[in-house]
């Protein structure tokens, strides 16, 4: 059984920052492809950001792109995004999720495994 866990959200200033961790337990990692997705109230699902399996390759939706990077340590089975320059609209639960199908990253219909999600606040 694959289970992900997102930590490290919380409430912070406009301006600050957070860095989310996502792990798992069942599943190594090492070998996927990985994704970050936020849903704010009343919002659908919107991706956030992605990483390949290496980690050699990143993409970033426009709306955070210069302010969060995902990076990942394999040998822990983890996947991280930096969030920097938070915004009030970076308001959101924020969810990692196992890619599993192919296609694009953007997709959230392409991941399989998904953990419960970590909130981040972001106040103005």
């Known amino acids: 059984q694959v289970q992900l866990l997102e930590s490290g959200g919380g409430l912070v200033q406009a301006g600050g920052s957070l860095r989310l961790s996502c792990t798992s337990s069942?599943?190594?990692?090492?070998?996927?492809?990985m994704g970050w997705f936020r849903q704010a109230p009343g919002k659908e699902r919107e991706f956030v950001a992605a990483?390949?399996?290496?980690?050699?390759?990143?993409f970033y939706a426009d709306s955070v792109k210069g302010r969060f990077i995902i990076s990942r340590d394999n040998t822990k089975k983890a996947v991280y995004l930096q969030m920097n320059s938070l915004k009030s609209e970076d308001t959101a639960v924020y969810y990692c999720a196992v890619k599993f199908y192919s296609g694009s990253y953007n997709k959230a219909d392409k991941y399989l495994y998904w953990g419960q999600g970590t909130q981040v606040t972001v106040s103005s």
């Open positions: 990483i390949n399996w290496s980690g050699g390759s990143t």
């Open positions: 069942g599943r190594t990692l090492s070998s996927d492809d």
